[in-house]
């Protein structure tokens, strides 16, 4: 099947234990990049295992941080973009979703509604 024409951006710091189940869910899109700020875990490893885009981050202090620095220096591959954090997981029903939509669209966004869960449970209400 074809790749979804989408760049998954993911921000990390120290992230090796959420990150291999999260890259191992975005197999069906065409770019998945990984920005990281100086992780002294084996983030980059891992990044490197599952063939994923690297792109290392240094902070200034100042605007813009990791997301909008993205957006504003690095080349990417569609013009669709998501951003992940490396705790949050795509489902099979949210990849069908997007893969139905995405291609046939005249929108320049989509919300997108998910639930929170914590410590395996769901989470009903906030705060």
């Known amino acids: 099947m074809e790749k979804i024409p989408e760049s998954v951006v993911i921000p990390v710091r120290n992230e090796e234990k959420n990150l291999p189940r999260c890259l191992s869910l975005l197999k069906d899109f065409s770019e998945v ?3 990281d700020s100086h992780s002294i875990d084996k983030t980059p490893q891992i990044v490197r295992e599952y063939g994923c ?3 290392d981050f240094s902070w200034n202090g100042r605007f ?3 997301r909008n620095w993205v957006l504003r220096n690095v080349e990417l591959k569609n013009s ?3 951003f992940l954090d490396a705790d949050e ?3 099979d029903d949210f990849i069908s979703c997007i893969r139905k939509n995405i291609e046939y669209t005249d929108c320049c966004g ?3 509604y998910y639930s929170d869960h914590f410590m395996g449970k769901q989470l009903k209400h906030g705060v």
Do not use: Q
């Open 89 to 91: 997981l795509v489902t």
């Open 80 to 82: 669709w973009v998501l």
């Open 33 to 35: 990049i990984v920005v």
């Open 53 to 55: 885009r690297l792109i």
């Open 110 to 112: 989509f919300w997108i």
């Open 64 to 66: 813009p941080k990791k």
